[in-house]
């Protein structure tokens, strides 16, 4: 019974340490910008962006500050069912034939519209839409970006 309660307290202590803390500067700027997030967790996305992954308002969210607090995105994962029309034709028209994955209205310094994940068998894109429709981003990603 002791090796067993030995450990366990081993295992929750090892989990305990993976859990990433951001510097203050930028959890601050995070709870000032998302006073009412919930379920916060932190993590890198490179190893000098942190990202906030949080509940708000019944949606899953995901914000992204610099080492220096600033910061730098904004997502919210949506249903495909929720994506205006005109982000719809723009899919539609550019690919038919891709599966939609995932969803999410992104807001950067420079663009705000939606992300959505298309797939084939043997590919994803990245693709970002305006608003309007418009696409202004298409990225290959490899299996370590999904």
Do not use: R
């Not at 969803?103 to 990245?126: C, R």
């Not at 839409?129 to 202004?136: D, F, K, S, V």
Request: charged fraction near 30%.
């Amino acid at each position: 019974m002791k090796k067993i309660l030995f450990l366990s307290i081993l295992a929750i202590g090892k989990l305990t340490s993976c859990s990433e803390t951001p510097p203050t500067i930028v959890s601050d700027f995070f709870s000032e910008q998302f006073a009412n997030a919930k379920k916060v967790s932190w993590g890198h996305e490179t190893e000098s962006e942190w990202e906030a992954e949080f509940m708000m308002d019944g949606k899953e969210m995901s914000a992204t500050y610099d080492d220096a607090g600033i910061w730098m995105e904004t997502e919210i994962e949506i249903e495909e069912d929720e994506l205006p029309e005109l982000v719809k034709n723009a899919l539609d028209q550019n690919f038919k034939f891709y599966k939609l994955g995932e969803v999410s209205i992104i807001e950067t310094s420079d663009f705000k519209g939606y992300e959505v994940i298309v797939e084939t068998n043997d590919q994803d894109i990245e693709v970002l839409i305006t608003n309007e429709g418009e696409l202004t981003i298409k990225e290959l990603l490899d299996e370590d970006n999904d």
